[in-house]
Structures are given as C-alpha cells and as structure tokens.
C-alpha cells in the first residue's frame, strides 16, 4: 500500500498489495482523519479510484477542502463518499460491496482500488451493552464477518484496504495497555498499522508502525497543519 509520507511507504513497501487490512488508529483528534484523506488524495491524483465510507455524525467537508487544496475538482470523478449512520448499516453495505464490485466489472467500469473506512468500530461501540452480554455476542460476530469480507475483497479483487481505528485499553497482570478498539478481532485481522500519538510539541505527533509480517516497528514524528502531515 502506498502512503503520503515516504518514509511510511517505504516502511510498507515490501508488503504484497494483498496483504489485508491496514489500520491507522489513535486517540480522539491526532489526525487520524487527516492523514487518512491525505492516502485518498494520493490515489487519487493518480486516478486510482477511492471508496470512502464515514460513519462520524457529519462529513468533514472543511477539512475535505484543506487537505485537497486545489487538486479537489481534478480528482472528483475518482473518489467517492458513503456516509453509514448505524453499525446494520454498515453491516449491510459493506457485505453488497461484491455486488457492487462485479457490476463494475461486468460493465468493465473501473473497480475500486482503495476502500478507507473512517471509522471502522464508531458505530460497533455505540451498539455494546455491558447488560446484555447476548447483543454483544451477536455484534463480535458481526464485526469479525465485517472484517473477513473486506480481506476477502482484497484477496480476490486485489482493492486495498485502510481503517481508521479508535483506542480502547486492556488490562493484563496489572498493567494497562492501549490497543485498537475491537479487541481480538482487530488483532486477528489487521495485520500493519500506523499509531499516531500526541507529542510535547502541539502541532507535532509520533507514528509508531507495525509490520505483521516480519513483526517490525519503526517509530517517526512528523508536523501537522491544516493540510495534513509533513
């Protein structure tokens, strides 16, 4: 997969393009939006076609505008918008997303090259109930279901993948430790992910990234505006 901060991509770069499921993940507000619509803006600009699908209260357009600068109406017909409200929703989208993929196909339209997820649990967590213990089964599973059929997509369609994620905590021996919201289903899917931290510096943030398939890290900071990183 490729990234807007060459060092990231170079990180990445030996990864298969089938290689699954990339996460970029974090607290509320280090710009984990930010940098997910600068990867859009990438592919984009080299006319590779984009899915992205937004499951937040209200689609960023300022934002949208900010990172796109002026390169928006030139990449409009590559990029498009979904905006899902609740986690059925979001279940039923992205299981008719084949359908919708085999349409292109047989009518020899452009498939999608990058579906971006933003943000992959949002609507799961809203969903849990710590009373009902059953409903929460139910949404585990459906939420590993979700996440095998985009690793599906990838495998048979080669259309990669990137998630935004939120952190959740866990506790183990007495320690507490920030992991991805999803717990062991995000473990089990995603294989290489970007953490993006706060810094001392207010406009500065730490990437911590994590290759799954030689369990590499590297760690990196970068400056933010309201452009993006750089």
Request: proline share 2%; glycine share 4%.
């Amino acid at each position: 997969m490729q990234f807007p901060l060459s060092k990231i991509s170079e990180f990445f770069k030996p990864i298969d393009i089938k290689e699954g499921i990339y996460s970029v993940w974090g607290d509320f507000g280090v710009g984990k939006t930010t940098y997910s619509l600068q990867t859009a803006k990438l592919y984009a600009l080299k006319k590779r076609k984009i899915l992205f699908i937004y499951t937040k209260p209200n689609i960023p357009y300022d934002k949208i505008s900010f990172v796109f600068e002026n390169a928006l109406e030139a990449v409009l017909d590559t990029i498009s918008f979904q905006k899902l409200t609740t986690f059925e929703e979001m279940y039923k989208f992205i299981f008719n997303l084949e359908f919708f993929v085999l349409e292109d196909l047989k009518s020899k339209k452009k498939v999608f090259n990058l579906i971006i997820i933003d943000s992959m649990t949002d609507l799961y967590r809203l969903e849990l109930n710590r009373e009902k213990k059953g409903k929460n089964f139910i949404l585990n599973f459906k939420l590993n279901q979700l996440l095998a059929n985009l690793v599906y997509l990838n495998q048979k369609y080669e259309i990669e993948l990137l998630v935004v994620n939120e952190i959740s905590r866990r506790t183990q021996d007495g320690q507490t430790y920030e992991v991805e919201s999803g717990g062991n289903v995000m473990d089990y899917w995603v294989n290489n992910s970007i953490k993006i931290e706060r810094t001392d510096v207010v406009n500065e943030r730490k990437f911590i990234l994590h290759r799954g398939n030689d369990n590499s890290s590297f760690v990196i900071n970068y400056k933010l505006s309201e452009h993006g990183f750089e």
